[in-house]
Structure formats: structure tokens, C-alpha cells
């Protein structure tokens, strides 16, 4: 069984600021994989970035990273230069993995933050 | 990205009454589609797993005498909400991927908001 943390209900950072969002994980699986996706008010999942567990470097994309630890089992997100249309709910989630990398599409999600971006 | 339709986007209905939720890849076949459940400020809650052409799988606590899917097509799976009764009420959300394709390559519907009266 795979089990997603997400520790904080709501995050409040200032316009142009950096704010790292927290997600712990648990599973048996050896080989899984670790999401993040923000929803708007609208309820449309966005994706946003995605981290191997087989990955050694950490996952960039535009101005989110992530931040894996995998000792820890934490997956942070990462969101520098915050603007206003990033106010919106953050959910981590995970993944087991086959052979090769692919997934078998069943995600488990955390309870969300909601960021709100301050002008 | 790819595509994935939901229709409709937002329904009510009466109590007692059936409702269907279609999910629509637009651009490629979907060998697989997910069904998720989401009440307000919660997490997505996964309902069921949909393959083309075999019987979808369920979730433990899901009824799947209530919950009806249909995954008749690589491009469309439906939800039939049977019965619905207010509880039901929520925002349904799909995803849609081909197998074998890489874990990032997964793909959501807009979702559709189910209020029962």
C-alpha cells in the first residue's frame, strides 16, 4: 500500500518569493514515481513535475523542482518567484512503477496544501 | 499535452435519478482510464480502474452496482452514477493513458461536478 503525507493545509508566501511545499511518502514498492499537480479553483488537474524513485538527479521543471529524499522519503515542491496565478491547491502523488519506468497509472494522492500568493 | 474530455461539466439531477459522465481522450487511444472522487478541499479519492474492453476494477468500498463503467472504446469510458442520492454529491475527475506509456504521460479530464437534489 502506498501512503502520501501532506502535512500542511494552507501556505501563504509574498509575490516573487520562493515557497517549498512538503509531501512525505511511504510504500513497498521499489520502483515508484512521485507527482505533483496543482488545481485551481476550477478543479482541472495541472501537472507539474514528476521524480523516478530510480532518478539520482532532482527534477526541474520552468520554476518548480523537486526537492527528493529519498532516505527521508520526502518530495518536496519548490515554487521560486511565486506569482499571483500560482494561488491555487497542490497535491503530491505516487505511483508503482514496472519494468522500465512505466507506470501502471494508479496514483494515490495527499490531502493538498492551498497556496495563496500574496501581491 | 494530450487531450482528455469530461461531459458534462457540471449536472443536477433529482434524487433517485441516473446520471452518465462520459471521458473522452481526444488525440490518443487510451488503453486505460481512471475514475477519481473529490469532495470539496479533499484529496482525490481513486474510484476505479477502466480498461477497454474488460470489466473495470474497483476500489475497496466502491459499489460497483452503483458506480456503473463502461470503457467500450480506446477513446471513451463512462460513468453511471445509478440511483443517485445527495451523498453522491462530488466532483468527479477522469484520467486517461495508453500502457506502456511513461509514468508522466497521463493525462486529466477537466472533471464534472455531480449535485444531487
Known amino acids: 500500500a502506498q501512503k502520501i503525507t501532506q502535512t500542511q493545509p494552507g501556505m501563504f508566501v509574498q509575490e516573487k518569493e520562493a515557497v517549498t511545499l512538503d509531501c512525505t511518502y511511504d510504500?513497498?514498492?521499489?520502483?515508484?514515481?512521485l507527482f505533483w499537480y496543482k488545481q485551481p479553483s476550477s478543479g482541472e488537474m495541472i501537472f507539474l513535475i514528476y521524480?523516478?524513485?530510480?532518478?539520482?538527479q532532482n527534477a526541474t521543471e520552468g520554476r518548480y523542482s523537486l526537492n527528493f529524499q529519498k532516505a527521508r522519503k520526502s518530495a518536496n515542491l519548490v515554487i521560486s518567484a511565486s506569482q499571483l496565478g500560482d494561488s491555487a491547491m497542490y497535491f503530491c502523488?505516487?505511483?508503482?512503477?514496472?519494468?522500465?519506468?512505466?507506470?501502471?497509472?494508479?496514483?494515490?494522492f495527499g490531502q493538498g496544501t492551498i497556496l495563496t500568493v500574496h501581491p | 499535452g494530450a487531450v482528455v474530455s469530461q461531459h458534462p461539466s457540471r449536472v443536477i439531477c433529482k434524487s433517485g435519478t441516473s446520471v452518465k459522465i462520459e471521458c473522452r481522450s481526444l488525440?490518443?487511444?487510451?488503453?486505460?482510464m481512471f475514475w477519481y472522487r473529490q469532495f470539496p478541499k479533499q484529496s482525490l479519492m481513486l474510484m476505479a480502474t477502466?480498461?477497454?474492453?474488460?470489466?473495470?476494477?474497483?476500489e475497496q468500498g466502491v459499489e460497483k452496482d452503483k458506480f456503473l463503467i463502461n470503457h467500450a472504446s480506446l477513446t471513451l469510458s463512462t460513468l453511471t452514477v445509478t440511483s443517485a442520492h445527495p451523498e453522491d454529491s462530488s466532483f468527479y475527475i477522469c484520467?486517461?493513458?495508453?500502457?506502456?506509456?511513461?509514468?508522466?504521460?497521463?493525462?486529466f479530464g477537466p472533471g464534472t461536478r455531480l449535485t444531487v437534489t
Open positions: 510504500t513497498s514498492d521499489q520502483s515508484y514515481g
Open positions: 521524480q523516478g524513485s530510480y532518478d539520482e
Open positions: 484520467s486517461a493513458r495508453l500502457d506502456g506509456s511513461q509514468a508522466r504521460e497521463q493525462y
Open positions: 477502466s480498461n477497454e474492453g474488460s470489466k473495470a476494477t474497483y
Open positions: 502523488a505516487m505511483s508503482p512503477l514496472g519494468a522500465g519506468g512505466t507506470s501502471y497509472g494508479k496514483l494515490t
Open positions: 488525440d490518443f487511444q487510451a488503453t486505460t
